[in-house]
């Protein structure tokens, strides 16, 4: 099958404006239209991320995004109080670790989010302010867990630590208040909910992060935000920038804007809902506690006696849907649905139709339809259409 829709967290199906904005002529990264460019893109992301500080661009995935915000603010001998949930907040954790940072864990079960009170009693206990920084995934993509992020902020605010979020996956799929949450160094990228190719790393920056990057940090050269922040106010980057990727952002910035945040939110949120309400009807188990379920991927537990992996492969060959599967210790235990990217209503339809058929054929008993149906009723009943 040729024709793929990518139901993966990552990267994920691109819209034809922002795929053909990529084929535009280079341009000289040291140039007037490139200082246009940056500046734009810069600006346009700091409502994306609620901050009125400075949002620096990387060349780079986005664990070099998370690499830039641990080795910018801090340096060996330093401790930070790393708040896993999964696969990427174990990464955030190990950046830490190879830097020689001091890493206490306050360790959550996984499928759950951080429990806001143990994140309080450990802060509280600390009288004598030895944790020096707070490290949060907002959406732990291996999970499908999205932390409720406010309560967090208010457990942490009275003790003072810096804050440093990975928000890769998050970003852009639901509100996200920076500056209002009080965070300090917040990392998304490209390939995500804003919809564009691989390539670019965004880190928002509170002007507290900034001031800490003067006095300390651990050694740094291609990650170095103060240079990243020295070049933008020329309109540069310090190396040559993914200047595709930087066109078909800008693209994508504009027609987030355009279709308005709080739809683009809702239509994350509609997905999700559509996916849960059809896995709960064909009873198969969401990874992912009730309250902190993510809105950009959906983790459904394998069944017993299913092949998680080979029916992500006949979804992928025969049927054109490619799923994501587990990390690290959930390899083969469950499957992730990722809803970000260019998918309409009826590609889910059609995915979890697709499911259906696989689970069916695979030899579980399920009342074929039935999924899909209750995605459907999600859906009209958002449009407001009678379904009865
Ligand atoms: C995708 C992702 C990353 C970064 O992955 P890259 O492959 O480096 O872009 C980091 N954290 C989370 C939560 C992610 O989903």
């Not at 002529?25 to 992301?45: N, Q, T, W, Y």
């Not at 998370?66 to 949930?85: D, I």
């Not at 896995?279 to 998680?308: H, K, M, W, Y």
Request: proline share 5%; aromatic share 6%; with cysteine.
């Amino acid at each position: 099958m040729s024709k793929q829709l990518l139901f993966i967290p990552g990267p994920v199906t691109v819209t034809e404006p922002v795929l053909a904005a990529m084929g535009k002529p280079m341009i000289d990264h040291r140039g007037p239209e490139f200082k246009v460019l940056l500046e734009s893109i810069a600006r346009k992301l700091k409502p994306v991320f609620g901050t009125s500080g400075d949002v620096v661009v990387l060349g780079s995935s986005g664990t070099g995004g998370l690499e830039a915000a641990m080795t910018n603010m801090f340096g060996p001998g330093e401790k930070v109080l790393c708040c896993p949930v999964g696969v990427f907040g174990d990464r955030f954790a190990e950046i830490a670790r190879t830097w020689g940072v001091d890493v206490e864990v306050l360790p959550t079960a996984w499928g759950h989010g951080v429990d806001a009170q143990a994140l309080k009693a450990r802060l509280d206990a600390d009288a004598k302010r030895e944790i020096k920084g707070v490290i949060l995934t907002h959406n732990e993509t291996s999970t499908g867990v999205q932390n409720v992020m406010g309560p967090l902020a208010d457990a942490i605010r009275a003790h003072g630590a810096l804050v440093l979020v990975d928000s890769v996956s998050g970003l852009a799929a639901s509100e996200f208040t920076m500056d209002a949450w009080g965070f300090d160094v917040v990392v998304a990228a490209s390939q995500k909910a804003l919809g564009v190719p691989p390539g670019l790393a965004m880190v928002a920056v509170s002007p507290r992060a900034w001031e800490k990057m003067e006095r300390a940090g651990g050694p740094r050269y291609y990650f170095d935000l103060r240079k990243a922040r020295e070049f933008a106010a020329i309109g540069q980057t310090p190396a040559t920038p993914p200047v595709s990727q930087c066109f078909a952002m800008d693209v994508a910035l504009d027609r987030y804007a355009a279709s308005g945040p709080e739809n683009v939110w809702a239509r994350h949120q509609l997905y999700t809902n559509g996916i849960i309400a059809a896995a709960q009807t064909l009873g198969l188990e969401l990874f992912a506690q009730p309250g902190v379920r993510s809105v950009t991927v959906t983790a459904l537990d394998v069944p017993a006696g299913i092949d998680g992996d080979a029916i992500r492969k006949t979804m992928r060959v025969e049927r054109g849907f490619v799923l994501g599967g587990g990390q690290g210790r959930l390899a083969g235990k469950i499957i992730r649905i990722g809803t970000m990217g260019d998918i309409s209503q009826t590609d889910v339809l059609g995915m979890l139709g697709a499911l259906e058929m696989e689970l069916l054929g695979a030899g579980l008993k399920i009342h074929v339809g039935s999924g899909v149906q209750a995605a459907l009723r999600v859906f009209l009943e958002a449009s407001q259409i009678n379904a009865a």
